[in-house]
């Protein structure tokens, strides 16, 4: 797999920011598209619309997190916190026994406890703190 629509260098678009020796970011870009194109394709979208959309995606990511270190857990911890986004999403306010059931929550009051956390993400999302950096 090769993003060969996406082709940047350390040049383009970030004149005066150039990343420390060692630092391979137009791999790490490459990656992350062609991850996501592949993961579209196992989702049976069509090869170019899957490229298409990777690229986009990642483009995205860029702009948002671009220059800042992140980190994304892996295993269990990383699907639980999927899982309780998707939780948060999927919540309409009287759904709380179909969404115990589908996602196999065993009480009310931890569904409670999933949807006041993702609320508190989602609003420091929309509405940063005045005391947090950048």
């Known amino acids: ?3 060969a629509a996406l082709v940047l260098t350390s040049d383009d ?3 005066g920011h150039a990343p420390p020796d060692g630092v391979e970011w137009p791999r790490t870009l490459a990656l992350y598209v062609d991850t996501i194109a592949a993961t579209l394709r196992r989702e049976r979208i ?3 619309r899957a490229s298409h959309l990777a690229e986009c ?3 995205e990511l860029a702009r948002v997190q671009g220059g800042r270190s992140s980190y994304l857990p892996t295993g269990e911890r990383l699907r639980v916190a999927a899982r309780n986004r998707r939780i948060y999403l999927e919540w309409r306010g009287n759904n709380y026994a179909e969404l115990m059931a589908k996602y196999r929550i065993g ?3 931890r569904l409670q ?3 006041a956390e ?3 993400i989602q609003l420091r999302l929309i509405q ?3 005391f947090d950096s950048p």
Do not use: C, G, V, Y
């Open 1 to 3: 797999m090769t993003s």
């Open 13 to 15: 678009d970030d004149r």
């Open 46 to 48: 069509p090869s170019e």
């Open 57 to 59: 995606s990642t483009l």
């Open 107 to 109: 009480t009310e009051r």
């Open 113 to 115: 406890q999933i949807i």
């Open 118 to 120: 993702q609320s508190a």
């Open 128 to 130: 940063p703190s005045l």
